[in-house]
Nanobody, 120 residues
Framework: QVRLVESGGGLVQAGGSLRLSCVVS????????MGWYRQAPGKQRDLVAA???????NYADSVKGRFTISRDKAKNTVYLQLNSLKPEDTAVYYC??????????????WGQGTQVTVSS
């Protein structure tokens, strides 16, 4: 069993910052790509940022230059630093990880989500 637990969301004023964390635990052999997605009310879940096992990164155009994704392999943790936040960044942020377990299965897992609310 693999579990992803996010933390770090909250209410912040426009222009502020937050740091999201996502810890992966359980029956892990290795973790491949990791990423952060977000879903605003009435909208689809979209990719915000992704990071490979080799630490190559990819960002949505709307967050480039403001958000930074990173990972700590020793801690099985992925982070998302959110700077210069805008009201349109308000959403539930979900962590995603491609995990190979001890049975050698490669599956994608999701966290439960953490709410980010940016007030104007």
């Amino acid at each position: 069993q693999v579990r992803l637990v996010e933390s770090g969301g909250g209410l912040v004023q426009a222009g502020g910052s937050l740091r999201l964390s996502c810890v992966v635990s359980g029956n892990i052999y290795s973790i491949n790509d990791m990423g952060w997605y977000r879903q605003a009310p009435g909208k689809q879940r979209d990719l915000v940022a992704a990071i490979t096992s080799g630490s190559s990164t990819n960002y949505a155009d709307s967050v480039k230059g403001r958000f930074t994704i990173s990972r700590d392999k020793a801690k099985n943790t992925v982070y998302l630093q959110l700077n210069s936040l805008k009201p349109e960044d308000t959403a539930v942020y979900y962590c995603n990880a491609q995990v190979r377990d001890m049975s050698w299965r490669l599956l994608a897992y999701w966290g439960q989500g953490t709410q980010v609310t940016v007030s104007s």
